[in-house]
């Protein structure tokens, strides 16, 4: 049996990521998940991790409950998928804890992508879009009610949105970078072209 195709959408907050997932996902006939979140352990770590109401959460401890999601969303969702043949398209994924934890919150970045590897016993994604949004634009996108990572300061979003772009540069092979500024539809072609182009998956 070929193994599926597994692909990750990564960015910053507002960038259109769950909307470009679910439509990816659904173009494919792929499993759709994301992080955290991605099962039901993960949805507990998720309440968590984005509760405002979780405070003094340390740098290290935000990263293994990321990683403990991950291991559990690759054990559970993701290999399973992958194995039987199945496409997956992930909001979400070892990249954001790269931009997040590690830009953002400063920790070591090596460190950061070692400890995803780990937990994800080598599983990786194929192929990585980033939706590239201005910080500006994402935060009027965002409006008045945000979780815990959606409330840090502009100056932590800026170190996330970098990091991000980082990563497409350090690995243009695995990532494409697409303006998420535009309307839902002219991302989406957008998308299925990086798709076709990178993958040769039928679309």
Known sequence: MTRGRFIAF???E????????????????AV???EPGG???GAQ??????????????????ALLMAADRAQHVAEVIEPALAAGRHVVTDRFAGSSIAYQ???????????RDLSMWATGGVWPDLVILLDVPPAEADRRLGAARDRM????VSFHDAVIEGFRAQATAEPQRWVVIDGTPSIEVVSAAVVAAVVERLQLPL
């Open 45 to 62: 770590l998720r309440a968590v991790l984005l509760d405002p109401a979780t405070v003094d959460l340390s740098a290290r401890a935000e």
């Open 32 to 34: 759709l998940t994301r």
């Open 39 to 41: 099962t039901a352990i």
């Open 102 to 112: 590690g830009h953002g919150r400063g920790l070591p970045v090596e460190e950061i």
């Open 10 to 12: 990564e960015g910053g």
């Open 150 to 153: 959606e409330a840090e300061p």
């Open 14 to 29: 507002a960038c259109g990521k769950s909307t470009q997932a679910a439509r990816l996902a659904d173009a494919l006939d």
